[in-house]
Nanobody, 129 residues
Framework: QVWPVESGGGSVQAGGSLRLTCRIT????????MGWFRQAPGKEREGVAT????????SYHDSVKGRFTVSRDEAKNTIFLQMDSLKPEDTALYYC??????????????????????WGQGTQVTVSS
């Protein structure tokens, strides 16, 4: 069992930047999937970015490519989401997700909820125009 805890959300104007951090505690010691999802009011939760714990393979939703960067600190079981050039449509509750199942090397993690089995409580990101 693991416990993802997010931090770093807030309010920013369009064009600004924010950096989200997620610390994952618990039994998390193999090549696992880690990622960020978001859910805006009235919408489904969608995958934003994923990364593998050992071999650092990244995946992004098309809407954030070139603006968001996911990274991780393997030793600290921490992942980050650097969000630049933010837009009002990026406004959402952002969730950190982790999967305790062993993931094959050289394979990206999918941007789907079924890829993950533990979730954080979420951190709000609000972008004003």
């Amino acid at each position: 069992q693991v416990w993802p805890v997010e931090s770093g959300g807030g309010s920013v104007q369009a064009g600004g930047s924010l950096r989200l951090t997620c610390r994952i505690t618990g039994n998390f010691n193999s090549n696992n999937c880690m990622g960020w999802f978001r859910q805006a009011p009235g919408k489904e939760r969608e995958g934003v970015a994923t990364i593998t714990r050992f071999d650092n393979i990244e995946s992004y939703h098309d809407s954030v490519k070139g603006r968001f960067t996911v990274s991780r600190d393997e030793a600290k079981n921490t992942i980050f989401l650097q969000m630049d050039s933010l837009k009002p449509e990026d406004t959402a509750l952002y969730y950190c997700a982790a999967d305790t199942r062993l993931h094959p090397m050289n394979v990206n993690c999918l941007l789907t909820r079924s890829e993950f089995n533990f979730w954080g409580q979420g951190t709000q990101v609000t972008v004003s125009s």
